[in-house]
């Protein structure tokens, strides 16, 4: 990780590509998606990372980025025009790689519970991440002056995870294995149960995260969400399932 002490300057010349109002914020969203093969993006990428999780976002500079990354910034502008847009390729590699992570070992399950309890044990493995949260916690202080960082967060994180519990607990009611008449309102509710306060303790610093308190968390969460959508023949003492 790249260590760097103080405050960097920030010059008048980065200011033009680091500034919050309209037109950078419009040159963030127009930009095409980096490719991320290129091994000066990967470069300019890993060096602002490092970066933001270890500075303000405003005492980061695209000088500086460009420094870290050992190109000059000239190089560093035909790739990204601003420092937000770094931030916002960032923002959305970070989010879209956590989703996939998350979601990747419960698609090899037949199991449901055990489906959901292993998307669920990945979804708070986030919060134990230091550097997740960091970055987590820079991403929402830049929100007010960049909405748009809202959307691509929103849109590479969150919804990708939402849409694909929901399509999970879609196909498991197709089965008759659970009976979710509303599967994207139940994917929110899932991951409401299984997260509870934690993602706020850590977000906060107001305690370390342990192995019971996840485990606790998630097992209590997953009882009940399983018991608010079990199939009809499966409620209730005198039921009999149908032939």
């Given at each position: 990780m790249v260590r760097h002490a103080g405050k960097i300057e920030t010059s008048d010349a980065d200011m033009a590509g680091d500034g919050t109002g309209a037109a950078t914020v419009a040159s963030a969203k127009s930009l095409a998606p980096p490719d991320r093969e290129n091994p000066k993006v990967r470069q300019v990428m890993e060096a602002a990372h490092a970066l933001f999780l270890e500075l303000p976002y405003d005492a980061v500079s695209t000088d500086a980025i460009a420094r870290a990354a050992g190109i000059s910034k000239t190089t560093l502008y035909?790739?990204?025009?601003?420092?937000?847009?770094?931030?916002?390729?960032?923002?959305?590699?970070?989010?879209?790689?956590?989703?996939?992570?998350?979601?990747?070992?419960?698609?090899?399950?037949?199991?449901?519970?055990?489906?959901?309890?292993?998307?669920?044990?990945?979804?708070?493995?986030?919060?134990?991440?230091?550097?997740?949260?960091?970055?987590?916690?820079?991403?929402?202080?830049?929100?007010?002056?960049?909405?748009?960082?809202?959307?691509?967060?929103?849109?590479?994180?969150?919804?990708?995870?939402?849409?694909?519990?929901?399509?999970?607990?879609?196909?498991?009611?197709?089965?008759?294995?659970?009976?979710?008449?509303?599967?994207?309102?139940?994917?929110?509710?899932?991951?409401?149960?299984?997260?509870?306060d934690i993602p706020l303790t850590g977000l906060l610093g107001l305690g370390q995260l342990t192995a019971d308190r996840v485990t606790t968390t998630i097992e209590s969460g997953l009882a009940l969400f399983l018991n608010g959508y079990r199939p009809p023949f499966e409620r209730g003492s005198g039921a009999v399932e149908p032939d």
């Open positions: 035909v790739y990204f025009p601003s420092k937000e847009a770094v931030f916002s390729a960032l923002v959305s590699e970070n989010c879209a790689q956590t989703a996939q992570s998350i979601l990747n070992s419960a698609s090899e399950s037949d199991d449901v519970e055990e489906g959901l309890r292993t998307i669920a044990r990945n979804f708070m493995a986030m919060f134990a991440t230091t550097d997740a949260l960091a970055f987590y916690r820079t991403i929402i202080a830049q929100v007010p002056r960049f909405p748009e960082l809202g959307r691509i967060f929103n849109e590479s994180g969150p919804k990708v995870i939402q849409e694909r519990i929901a399509l999970f607990l879609r196909e498991a009611s197709a089965r008759g294995e659970l009976s979710v008449p509303d599967p994207e309102l139940a994917a929110l509710q899932f991951l409401q149960l299984m997260s509870v």
